[in-house]
């Protein structure tokens, strides 16, 4: 049996959420108004890269999916994961047990509980920047941060109070306006 895990985040790092990130609510918002975001799961895009990155560590490594997408999502994304060709051994999805746990610390106990069952994490793939250096941080596994997407203007202030130690101001090669780089 394989005891070495790759962790890996889903939205963002492994499907495209760009095409729903306008249904996106504001960090902190209720549960309920996240329903219209996660519902829309289903046509996201795969991201390719990551998706061949996954197919090839599979051979040598466990896959473990963990992400902040609910529970009730499961069929929808267990379909989506199949029709992309996505392996992975087990799926951790978002429960109501989890509430009110940031993105970010839900992660490191999903890390923890595989180390208590004998599992022998070693890396993490995540999109987020935010939840990449919590991780880090914390010395609990190396993060590859994939696609840090959640490129804002700095006039679009969602979510920086929430998380400053994450954003980085970086030049827009394409208009040079700038742009901070964060979480929608």
């Not at 793939?125 to 010395?139: H, K, S």
């Amino acid at each position: 049996m394989k005891t070495r895990v790759i962790c890996v985040d889903l939205d963002g790092t492994l499907s495209d959420e760009n095409e729903r990130r306008h249904l996106r609510p504001a960090a902190g918002s209720p549960l309920s108004l996240w329903a219209n975001f996660h519902e829309a799961c289903g046509q996201d895009r795969p991201l390719l890269s990551v998706v061949i990155l996954i197919q090839a560590l599979a051979t040598d490594f466990q896959i473990h999916i963990i992400s902040g997408r609910w529970e009730k999502m499961r069929p929808t994304t267990e379909a989506w994961l199949a029709r992309h060709h996505v392996p992975y051994d087990a799926l951790r999805l978002y429960t109501p047990a989890d509430t009110p746990a940031k993105n970010y610390t839900y992660k490191v106990c999903y890390v923890e509980q595989l180390r208590a069952q004998g599992l022998n994490p070693i890396l993490f793939i995540e999109n987020e920047p935010i939840t990449a250096q919590y991780i880090e941080e914390r010395g609990i596994l190396p993060v590859l941060c994939v696609q840090p997407g959640y490129i804002v203007t700095t006039d679009t202030p969602q979510h920086a109070s929430d998380m400053p130690d994450a954003y980085r101001a970086c030049p827009d090669r394409l208009s040079g306006t700038k742009q901070t780089i964060g979480r929608y």
